[in-house]
């Protein structure tokens, strides 16, 4: 996920400032950015409890009861009713990763560049070839961490042919957009040459 430099914050404190910055875009106040922000910011299942935080905090507010969703079930992506712009909510249990990517997933074959990435880190342990093609999609789509990810498995040929010339490009879209890893990882082949 995408870091913001600084201090850390506490991930419940992440997810409540979600569900409040949600209520406050809600109410026409100009926080879009801040959403943005959070929401690159929280790992994908924190972005699921946020997402349950916010309809919770929206229900007390207006003094009704929390709306229970069950989860899903798509037989494949191709079903799912997901499509760009659709909040990532559609997940209510905790911890349901596989959900999670399949919401990711979704979102990404419909051109949204931080879900590309979230099912990219998602995949990261579990399929290295998969993961790379998520990463590749989310840097073609302009997501600096997906630049630097695909950059980084091109030079060392983790999960896809190793390309140093394609790996070093996409470092530098990274690096460019102020990406420090991918500086420092172009630092660290400059030197090793």
Known sequence: MRRSAGTKSRPEDLVEAYAWTVIAVDLGQDASRNLELLTDTLEPLQLVRAKRRHRALEAELLGEQAPERPIPDYPSIDESPLRPNVPLDDANAEGDKRLALRIFQAHGENGHAIAAYNAGILLEDH????????????????????????????????????????????LQTAADGGVEAAAEALATLAFSK
């Open 127 to 170: 399929d290295l070839t998969e993961a790379f093609s998520w990463f590749h999609k989310a840097a073609t789509l302009g997501e600096l961490d997906g630049a630097y990810r695909a950059g980084l498995a091109l030079v060392l040929g983790e999960g896809c042919e190793k390309d140093l010339e394609a790996g070093t490009t996409w």
